[in-house]
């Protein structure tokens, strides 16, 4: 196995206020931490894609992003780790983690997962419909793992946009399964995350 990573590091941080990737935590940028988790953890290279330093340019929905990144894979590649930029905390102990579980060779993709902590709800408008049962729910992360062709062969199979690349292994009829995730491996996707990875890094 021989695998790279794919940092994606575009897209318009809607929820945020502006663009995430090259904000900084603890004096380091958003993507260049996630690109560093990957090379610590074992990649052979990292494809960094956005408006940031080093990076190529990215596509309208974040698909479209991992789709250029895809391209922009080194022929040697036989397998993959997509992360978003947006996890900067994930460590080198998780990309480890992911790529070995990878490397047994039996499945089309890896991804982290944790346990819900929380009571989940079904809401519609202000109005508590009904209490949804955790059993058998998992909350997913990044990075998350693929062997190249079955990334690749997903991509090609559907243009329906997906939150994570492994949702378009599901579609695509292919095998997923996870290795535990981290709870520090927060998502920044409101401005108050900041400040929380901010005292999870102190
Ligand atoms: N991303 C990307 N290209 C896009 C959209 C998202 O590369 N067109 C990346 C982001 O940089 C981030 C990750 O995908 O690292 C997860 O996306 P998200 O947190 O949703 O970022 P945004 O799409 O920028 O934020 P929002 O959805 O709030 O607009
Ligand atoms: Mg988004």
Known sequence: MIFYGIVVAA??????????????????????????????????????????????????????????????????????????AARPLASAALVRRVASRLAEGDVDAVTPAISIGDTLKRIAGERVVETVSREGLVSVQTPQGFSVVALRSAHAADDDDATDDAQLIERDGGSVVFVNGESGNMKITHPDDLAVAEALLR
Do not use: C, N
């Open 11 to 84: 897209g318009r941080g809607e929820r945020f206020g502006e663009p995430k990737a090259g904000l900084m935590l603890g004096g380091v940028p958003l993507w260049k931490r996630a690109v560093d988790a990957l090379a610590e953890g074992g990649a052979y290279g990292v494809v960094l894609v956005g408006s940031v330093p080093g990076g190529i340019p990215g596509g309208a929905r974040r698909r479209d992003s991992v789709a250029a990144g895809l391209a922009a894979l080194p022929h040697d590649a036989t397998h993959v780790l997509v992360h978003d």
